[in-house]
Nanobody, 119 residues
């Protein structure tokens, strides 16, 4: 089992920044992809960014390229999502998730953290 706990959400004005953290525990994640998803009211949950736990295999949704950065600190077993130049359309619940490299779907999910960007 993998436990994921997100922190760092909140209310920020447009143009501001937030950093989300996802602390992982339970097992070694060297063969896992770590993803940040978001879900706005009435919309589907979409993948925003992804990184292989060992680094590399970076992915960003077009809507966040150049503004968001995903990175990890192996010593702290934590994955981060640095969000800059935030827009009102970034408002959503953000979820951290883990997927073993042999699997197609994400197996483990955090509880989510709310990000609200005011205009």
């Amino acid at each position: 089992q993998v436990q994921l706990v997100e922190t760092g959400g909140g209310l920020v004005q447009a143009g501001g920044s937030l950093r989300l953290s996802c602390a992982a525990s339970g097992r070694t994640l060297t063969s896992y992809f770590m993803g940040w998803f978001r879900q706005a009211p009435g919309k589907e949950r979409d993948l925003v960014a992804r990184i292989m736990w060992t680094g590399g295999s970076l992915y960003y949704a077009d809507s966040v390229k150049g503004r968001f950065t995903i990175f990890r600190d192996n010593a702290k077993n934590t994955v981060y999502l640095q969000m800059n130049s935030l827009k009102p359309e970034d408002t959503a619940v953000y979820y951290c998730a883990a997927r073993h490299s042999s699997m197609r779907s994400y197996d483990y999910w955090g509880q989510g953290t709310q990000v609200t960007v005011s205009s």
